[in-house]
């Protein structure tokens, strides 16, 4: 084996013991903070995911997102992502029983009171049932508009690319309807604007 070859085997050999340690040490939050270990734990999570049901269009990183047309909490409906074209589109995934979902709550409110006119619009889907989401949100109240879905193997989440249905979800859709960013997991206070603007 020539001595390059080596080098790189061995560089390689103690990156991955190093990201092995890091992930026993402190867990999966530091690596699940950045873009390349959000796309190493989707890719994983896709690997073993089911296959999407017949005729669901699933969005891609890159592609336009499929329209979603779900119910608001005050029955209008809310329609993904026409109804918001022009702006860049933070779509929140998550539901009351979701104790990282509703850790991540105060940070979401904050960042969507931060947006001007044109800044991103900030949309949280509840899969949940109605009642449990209105008892939430008059605990823990938020400006930006909630859908509601069922949770399943159609729902929203999995149409937005989060085949196996890890809450929080969060996904980042361009002015024109492209998905550009997805995450698992929540938000820590001052990451949104890191992970939207990067």
């Not at 589109?89 to 991540?104: D, K, R």
Request: aromatic content about 6%.
């Amino acid at each position: 084996m020539r001595t390059g070859t080596r080098i790189v085997l061995v560089a390689l050999a103690a990156g991955v013991l190093g990201a092995a340690f890091g992930f026993a040490v402190t867990g999966p939050g530091p690596l699940l903070r950045t873009e390349w270990g959000q796309r190493a734990v989707q890719a994983a999570y896709s690997a073993v995911s089911p296959p999407a049901p017949e005729g669901l269009a699933i969005a891609r990183r890159g592609e336009r997102v499929p329209p979603i047309s779900l119910p608001g909490l005050d029955a209008a409906r809310i329609d993904l992502p026409a109804q918001f074209a022009g702006r860049p589109l933070l779509v929140n995934v998550w539901a009351s029983w979701c104790g990282p979902c509703i850790g991540e709550m105060p940070e979401l409110e904050r960042y969507a009171r931060e947006q001007d006119a044109n800044g991103t619009q900030v949309v949280g889907i509840a899969l949940d049932d109605a009642d449990a989401v209105r008892a939430f949100l008059q605990r823990v109240p938020v400006s930006y508009p909630i859908a509601l879905d069922t949770p399943g193997p159609r729902d929203a989440g999995v149409q937005l690319g989060n085949r196996r249905g890890v809450l929080p979800y969060s996904v980042l859709v361009s002015a024109d309807g492209r998905l550009l960013k997805q995450r698992l997991g929540p938000f820590e206070p001052g990451e949104i604007e890191r992970w939207a603007h990067q």
